[in-house]
């Protein structure tokens, strides 16, 4: 199994909503990602966990709020968001954060702020 | 600091041979990935390189030059299915620092 699996594939939630979006990885992977992508641009980290551990957070504003209850499971809890916020969110897990293994990424969860 | 240039938009014919390629400047190289993004799709892992030299991968392959900062992506018999991004991404201190990605267009 080297699937990463994402829900909900869409959102569409107002700037005084709280949602989460969802990832979970079967593979053994002990670090996970998430990801923030504008439409013809690259990628750009968000978080990362490594063993559970949040390791990584490139100065997301705290209304972005990530949870890794266990090792196959990465929650991003959404409160109070702002229409450029409106993104494609991907989710990815690679074996190890320590050592040069790629990245595996979910389908993205496609969200849109009214 | 980190540094990742590729062409932006890239043309080529079906049946056809193309090359992207990828120059980077860093202080710390774990690794060089290249990835396909499909339009509106997650990025798939296509290739990766650590030592110098050519890897090969069915109709892909990839090349590293670390003393030169560079790296490229060579697609052989193109297929229209090949129409879409290709991301370079440096490992540097073990955090992916991804190019903006070139737009390959194929046609018939």
């Known amino acids: 199994d080297t699937e990463v699996t994402q829900t909900p594939k869409h959102l569409v939630m107002g700037m005084t909503n709280k949602k989460s979006l969802k990832c979970e990885q079967h593979?053994?992977?002990?670090?996970m990602y998430w990801y923030k992508q504008k439409a013809k641009k690259p990628p750009e980290l968000m978080f990362v966990?490594?063993?559970?551990?949040?390791?990584i957070n490139e100065s997301v504003p705290s209304r972005f709020s990530p949870e890794c209850p266990n090792s196959s499971l990465l929650n991003l809890h959404l409160h109070a968001l702002q229409p450029e916020d409106s993104a494609l969110y991907l989710c990815?897990?690679?074996?190890?954060?320590?050592?040069?293994?790629?990245?595996?990424f979910g389908p993205g969860t496609r969200l849109t702020v009214t | 600091g980190q540094n990742i240039d590729q062409p932006t938009e890239m043309t080529a014919t079906e049946g056809a041979i193309v090359q992207i390629n990828c120059t980077y400047q860093?202080?710390?190289?774990?690794?060089l990935f290249w990835y396909q993004q499909h339009a509106g799709e997650a990025p798939t892992f296509l290739s990766y390189?650590?030592l110098d030299g050519l890897e090969e991968k069915g109709r892909f392959s990839s090349f590293l030059s670390r003393s030169k900062g560079y790296s490229y992506l060579l697609l052989k018999e193109l297929q229209m299915k090949d129409s879409a991004s290709y991301l370079c991404?440096?490992?540097?201190?073990?955090?992916?620092?991804w190019g903006a990605g070139t737009k390959l267009i194929i046609k018939p």
């Open positions: 990815a897990s690679s074996q190890l954060l320590d050592r040069p293994y790629e990245q595996y």
């Open positions: 593979m053994g992977h002990r670090a």
């Open positions: 966990y490594s063993y559970e551990k949040l390791s």
């Open positions: 860093t202080s710390g190289f774990n690794g």
């Open positions: 390189n650590v």
């Open positions: 991404a440096l490992l540097s201190n073990y955090q992916l620092i």
